[in-house]
């Protein structure tokens, strides 16, 4: 995937690894879980771009076509938020865009003819309190099952 992703590994889980094995080993397969995390997220990315806000529940810096315009940042045409897309690969969830100016947007930077404009960064991506919960509810849910 090109532009912009964030990947969320859960390798580097030492402790609970050697649990977590012997319960995927009855809990069957396991990209079903970081399929149904990586569609919770990219809903939640979506809402994002509805309520204007970031992971973190800070409301985005208004652009001034949104200003002028009355629309809402991020959200012209919508191609923005409708290229977020989710992806498993071995062990995580990837969710992120493949538009080139996706990471522009996230993370803020000069962009334009000449490097003219700077735009603030207005971050879509990333996981807020609420996808936590979401997150520990959907691995419940798949776990409780292969732990009986």
């Known amino acids: 995937m090109s532009g912009i992703a964030i990947r969320y590994d859960l390798s580097g889980l030492e402790a609970a690894g050697r649990r977590?094995?012997?319960?995927?080993?009855?809990?069957?397969?396991?990209?079903?879980?970081?399929?149904?995390?990586?569609?919770?997220?990219?809903?939640?990315?979506?809402?994002?771009?509805?309520?204007?806000?970031?992971?973190?529940?800070?409301?985005?810096?208004?652009?001034?076509?949104?200003?002028?315009?009355?629309?809402?940042?991020?959200?012209?045409?919508?191609?923005?938020?409708?290229?977020?897309?989710?992806?498993?690969?071995?062990?995580?969830?990837?969710?992120?865009?493949?538009?080139?100016?996706?990471a522009i947007h996230q993370l803020g930077g000069e962009a334009g003819r000449n490097r003219s404009v700077t735009l603030p960064a207005r971050p879509y991506l990333g996981i807020s309190p609420a996808d936590e919960i979401e997150i520990g509810a959907i691995l419940d849910d798949h776990l409780s099952g292969a732990v009986q």
């Open 20 to 102: 977590l094995e012997a319960i995927l080993e009855r809990a069957g397969d396991f990209d079903a879980v970081l399929d149904e995390i990586g569609g919770a997220m990219v809903q939640s990315v979506q809402e994002r771009f509805e309520s204007g806000t970031g992971p973190d529940g800070d409301r985005w810096k208004p652009s001034i076509r949104a200003l002028a315009e009355g629309g809402q940042t991020l959200v012209d045409s919508g191609r923005l938020r409708d290229s977020i897309t989710h992806a498993v690969e071995p062990g995580r969830a990837v969710i992120g865009s493949n538009l080139v100016y996706a």
